[in-house]
């Protein structure tokens, strides 16, 4: 007989599969640094204009506690697609929108987002192209660009300081998705530093980059990690604990290589079968010379047998490195949300967040996995089985990003004004075209 808390729950569910998708955000408008701040400090985005936030305060029993969001956007590691990229929303706050989409973990309302409904949500833009890490600058005489990553997140820190970020008692450093979601890896551990006082707990979404060969056996996604630190005067930035203990200081952007050495509590949320590193790490479209890879990259049941075993082994690899960072095997601190489904990015979706067909293990929503092991209610160590079992089939959504495209959404109006806000961004690697050919 159902509990009435699953019947009350199941009934939310049931509504919100029936909810227009506008309900499920909310607009935030965008708060920019002042420029004069931003320059004595030394934090730009690529093309020099000033870094910036969204922020909605929160309220009640979560006025005092924090979540903070890192956008993602994939990287650039070369001065070309570094200025092509300063030419876009993910190098220059001046071609940003005002308004962004809250939704799933950023949302405000306690149906869509029980746990974290009423805390205060911050989403940092991400306008550097190196992952928030980044401090050097590049010029020439007549081309001048700022890899300022790591000033950036510590200039909206001293600006969200005095807005309430110093009282902070619960902080959950939510970063996500993509390039944001390896961020969280690099600065953990210093962010829970800088809030002593502050319970800081770690989420990574989709972030978990592998050092594996492509199925050409080319160390490519290696190869583009460290154009991308060696360009944007990264290495300086990993952790000291990390890169001491490497043949290859670079190698500590990997997640793999820096997790082992993170003290701070730590979630890895991740689909098994990672649409962006199936498409950029195991089969970059330099490796499928071929091309027999095209439709099993959009859809895993169109993979044959022997691409289906490929992608095992890259589960597979993706399972041992997780042991090997000891966060499977710590049952305080440590949790996971690793599923089978062929997607990116999904704490901040909310049909995959907390909605009636959002993806299940052991008939658990990612909401509440996340829920249970950052209030540590249970041990949360949800493994998904090999695919094709169940649950791909039922509860899965295969969300590809598209290459260096911005979705816009249409979500009600002020005045006489339509609000039209970025509700998603992912670009694609900058010198790397297998990801925009994939």
Sequence with gaps: MMKVKDIALASVLVLLASAPSCIHMQLVRRTQLP?????????LCLDGSPPSYHLHKGFGSGANNWILFFEGGGWCGDISSCLDRAKSVLGSSHRMRKWALFSGI???NASLNPDFYNWNRVKLRYCDGASFAGDGIFDNGTTLLYFRGKR??????????????????????????????????LHCDSFARMLPKASVKCLSDAGFFLDIKDIGLNHTIRSI???????????????????????????????????????????VLNSAYDTVQFRISLVPSSADVGRTWGVCKHDLEACDADQIAVL??????????????????DKHSGGTFINSCHTHCQ???????????SPRINNKTIAEAVGDWYFSRRETKEIDCEFPCGTPRRTCHRLLPPPQATKYAKCGSV????????????????????????
């Design 35 to 43: 420029n004069s701040h931003a320059a004595a400090l030394g934090a």
């Design 225 to 267: 990690f460290e154009a991308i630190v060696s360009l944007q005067g990264v290495e300086r930035n990993l952790d000291p604990r990390c890169t001491k203990s490497m043949y290859d200081p670079k190698l500590c952007f990997f997640p793999e290589y820096s997790l082992k050495h993170i003290k701070t509590p730590f979630f």
């Design 106 to 108: 950023l949302s405000n």
């Design 312 to 329: 095992q082994v890259f589960r597979h690899d993706m399972l041992k490195a997780l042991i090997k960072s000891s966060l499977l095997k």
């Design 152 to 185: 950036i997140w510590q200039a909206i820190i001293l600006d969200l300081l005095p807005k309430g970020l110093a009282n902070a008692h619960q902080v959950s450093l939510l970063l996500c998705c993509s390039a944001g979601g390896l961020a969280t890896f």
């Design 415 to 438: 005045g006489n004004k339509t609000l039209v806000s970025e509700a998603g961004t992912h670009g694609g690697i900058g010198f790397n075209k297998d990801y925009l050919r994939a």
């Design 347 to 357: 704490s901040n979706e909310q049909e995959l967040w907390f909605a009636v067909n």
